[in-house]
């Protein structure tokens, strides 16, 4: 039989452990919740989803705190939920271009002048024309690896797949980027635009 002291200790090391997971969560949020905005944009969640896919990754995160040791490192455990959360997220429906907008709100740098404003603003839409353009499975290497910053393995992890399929991705990703990027700076150029 079950002493009403051991019974309330259980209880005790239970609201310990949640509250322990509750700070856990906390910090993991605050170091990540940028980067998983920034890459659930690139990534082709319309605008008015964000905010709610963002959230849905925190929840997976706080259900699966015992996770991040299968991927080698938290922010890899965390870029393969948001992979699935974006993936859900427009899953059937067609990308839009309304990321430009997303993207700009939520720029960290400071506007110096007009003129580099705008520059950053071009640079960002032939960004995210580009990767619109680009197989998923590229795209979501060059993410992780030029914007992102995550190493061959962690990208390996998240994207599951061999490390050296994550090379092969990348090199064409990188490839079919600096050719489209040099395709469509022409087209602007015989354009006057």
């Not at 989803?49 to 706080?62: G, M, P």
């Not at 061959?152 to 990348?170: H, K, M, Q």
Request: some cysteine.
């Amino acid at each position: 039989m079950t002493d009403r002291r051991d019974a309330g200790h259980v209880v005790g090391v239970r609201a310990r452990a949640d509250t322990e997971r509750s700070g856990t969560l906390r910090a993991i949020y605050d170091e990540h919740h940028d980067a998983v905005w920034r890459t659930l944009a690139c990534l082709g969640v319309p605008e008015a989803a964000i905010e709610d896919a963002v959230q849905e990754v925190f929840l997976v995160v706080h259900r699966r705190m015992e996770d991040p040791e299968r991927y080698g490192s938290v922010k890899a455990w965390i870029y393969a939920i948001a992979r699935r959360v974006a993936w859900h997220a427009h899953r059937g429906a067609a990308r839009t271009r309304r990321r430009l907008a997303v993207v700009e709100q939520h720029a960290p740098e400071p506007m110096r002048t007009p003129e580099d404003h705008a520059q950053r603003q071009q640079a960002r839409a032939l960004l995210l024309r580009i990767l619109d353009e680009m197989p998923e499975d590229q795209r979501i290497v060059f993410v992780l690896a030029e914007i992102e910053g995550l190493a061959a393995p962690e990208i390996a992890s998240v994207v599951e797949v061999g490390i050296n399929t994550v090379y092969s991705r990348l090199r064409l990703a990188r490839a079919r980027f600096e050719r489209e990027a040099s395709r469509m700076r022409e087209e602007e150029q015989r354009h006057g635009t």
